[in-house]
């Protein structure tokens, strides 16, 4: 009976701690509900230097377990004035993906879904990385479209790359990236 438990164990084990580089993102997600405080910063392509706004993020997340709704503001400049926008995400753990619609004043709304490349957990929760790509409309072409958000405790930061269809180069170009600071749940 002994030998029969153990070769159950060595069999079954495999089975059972089996799991995709994608698990348990949707929970890690949910982790990041609250308050946070930092600045959203974009790529000048005239000078190649980095641009900062200050910005608040708000993010709740919903009982479903895979759904969270962010909305993030920040001061566009005298003409634009704030700007809001809200951005509902789901993931499909089965699918590996993550959908998304965002809406902003005088915008059309922007969807999508992106494949979820990649998890890689860290010491706990609060400390992980996750990767996601999809090809989407950059400006007035196309492109290969990456987001690595990386959480670190109480801080989370997520660069966005571009790489553009029809270049012929294989090369990630950043686009934007925000760096933020918890501020409360």
Avoid: C
Avoid at 51 to 56: D, E, H, W
Avoid at 162 to 183: A, E, H, I
């Amino acid at each position: 009976m002994r030998y029969l438990a153990l070769l159950f164990a060595l069999v079954a084990t495999p089975a059972l701690s089996a799991s995709t580089p994608t698990d348990g993102a949707a929970a890690l997600l949910a982790q990041t509900a609250g308050r946070w405080q930092g600045e959203l910063a974009y790529r000048d392509y005239q000078s190649n230097s980095w641009q900062a706004l200050p910005m608040t993020v708000t993010i709740a997340a919903q009982p479903d377990q895979v759904t969270t709704i962010r909305t993030a503001q920040f001061d566009d400049g005298p003409k634009t004035g704030i700007v809001t926008i809200t951005t509902v995400t789901m993931v499909d753990p089965a699918a590996a993906t993550v959908a998304y619609a965002s809406f902003r004043r005088s915008r059309a709304p922007d969807s999508g879904s992106a494949k979820i490349d990649s998890v890689v957990p860290g010491v706990d929760a609060a400390h992980w990385t996750m990767v996601t790509t999809e090809r989407r409309g950059d400006g007035n072409d196309m492109a290969q479209v990456r987001e690595t958000t990386t959480r670190a405790g109480d801080t989370m930061t997520t660069l966005k790359e571009v790489n553009p269809d029809g270049d012929k180069q294989d090369v990630w170009l950043p686009r934007n990236r925000s760096v933020l600071r918890r501020t409360g749940s």
